[in-house]
Nanobody, 126 residues
């Protein structure tokens, strides 16, 4: 079972930047699709960015051009660089891993996720 631990959340003003990190307990390269989700109170989690097993990236339209997902396979760490933050980016952010998905499958759907982190809060004030 993969354990995922997020860090890097916090409070910033509109236009600011944050980098989230997710440390995985085991080697993830080519084994899992890795993704970042966010969830606001009373809403379902939404996949904002993912790296497929083939190491291609996919983004939600709401964050495209502002967020960048990346991996350090030597350290088993997943990152989410978030720039030009907006109040609507405020949410709990979760790191996630999808096992058994296709090589190029985009795992930004919660039904494709096998493992979840505990979450890190991001708050953007206007």
């Amino acid at each position: 079972q993969v354990q995922l631990v997020e860090s890097g959340g916090g409070s910033v003003q509109t236009g600011g930047s944050l980098r989230l990190s997710c440390a995985a307990s085991e080697y993830t390269y080519s084994r899992y699709c890795m993704a970042w989700f966010r969830q606001s109170p009373g809403r379902e989690p939404v996949g904002v960015a993912a790296i497929t097993r083939a190491e291609t990236s996919n983004y939600a339209d709401t964050v495209k051009g502002r967020f960048t997902i990346s991996k350090d396979n030597t350290k088993n760490i997943l990152y989410l660089q978030m720039n030009s933050l907006k109040p609507e980016d405020t949410a709990m952010y979760y790191c996630a891993a999808g096992a058994g998905v296709g090589w190029y499958s985009d795992c930004r759907a919660p039904t494709l996720i096998t493992y979840w982190g505990q979450g890190t809060q991001v708050t953007v004030s206007s």
